[in-house]
């Protein structure tokens, strides 16, 4: 498998207060399956469809007192050369880089104003081994009250070329690698709850965007946003039961045309 360029989405995880409703939840939204925790690294558990690998889970650990939530990691060829880059950005380092067995190397950081990624150098564990199609990571958006900060941190550290979506009615950028559109960042506005902080919020892709919030409802889950119907696909922002934010979107249901980029 070809090494991906630094900056690229590579991988997404979470820890869970419950590991075993997260597999629940998933499995029953999103049709993942799950291999067998490893003991070895804090019951960490990987997520597959279609038996590709798609997403890793686990349990948290005593004194991991941060919100439940998603972290998308990016590929870095020099873990602890990007590191150091983070810092002279004006980022901070959440969890110093580490060893994880023989699979890789990763570090948790965030930029200056507070959203939160990760740093994946891979080992024998490559990243996705399925993205872009229903039960996978499809997209994510820098979703931050602070976009000018995010505007100069992310280009400099990955190299991104950036671009503007044309919409009065939101200031959206996307990033970009080697011509290939990699990242969106959203100004969040007032009518963002107050409390939520900047964040990365994943997408993942889906069959139906209404049956599956029909699912994430039943499983005691919330629709923040949405259902929306976009040029992208029907979307809405949602959270699962135990507080994880994310969204799901149908890339086959299109509607309206697609906005101007410069």
């Known amino acids: 498998m070809a090494v991906k360029p630094e900056g690229t989405p590579i991988w997404i995880d979470a820890s869970f207060p419950d590991l075993e409703a997260a597999k629940t939840f998933y499995g029953e939204v999103l049709g993942w399956t799950f291999g067998e925790s490893s003991a070895e690294f804090g019951n960490y558990t990987q997520a597959f469809s279609d038996g590709k690998r798609v997403a890793g889970l686990s349990p948290k650990m005593p004194g991991q007192d941060w919100p439940t939530a998603w972290c998308l990691f990016f590929a870095s060829a020099d873990l602890q050369a990007t590191t150091g880059k983070i810092r002279d950005l004006g980022g901070r380092i959440v969890i110093d880089p580490m060893a994880v067995g023989d699979l890789g190397h990763m570090t948790i950081a965030a930029d200056p104003a507070g959203v939160t990624f990760g740093l994946w150098q891979p080992g024998t564990h490559r990243g996705f081994e399925k993205q872009g199609e229903p039960g996978s990571y499809c997209w994510a958006e820098i979703t931050t009250r602070e976009a000018e900060r995010a505007d100069a941190f992310f280009p400099a550290l990955f190299s991104y070329g950036v671009k503007k979506m044309q919409d009065e009615a939101i200031d959206f950028k996307l990033y970009e690698l080697g011509g290939d559109t990699t990242l969106g960042r959203m100004r969040m506005t007032e009518d963002f709850p107050a409390g939520l902080p ?65």
């Open 198 to 262: 900047s964040h990365i919020n994943p997408y993942f892709a889906v069959d139906d965007c209404d049956e599956a919030i029909a699912k994430i409802t039943k499983l005691g889950g919330q629709v923040h946003f949405g259902p929306h119907d976009s040029p992208f696909g029907r979307f809405a922002a949602v959270s699962d039961q135990q507080g994880a934010g994310f969204s799901v979107i149908d890339m086959g249901t299109t509607k309206g045309d697609m906005p101007k980029i410069s």
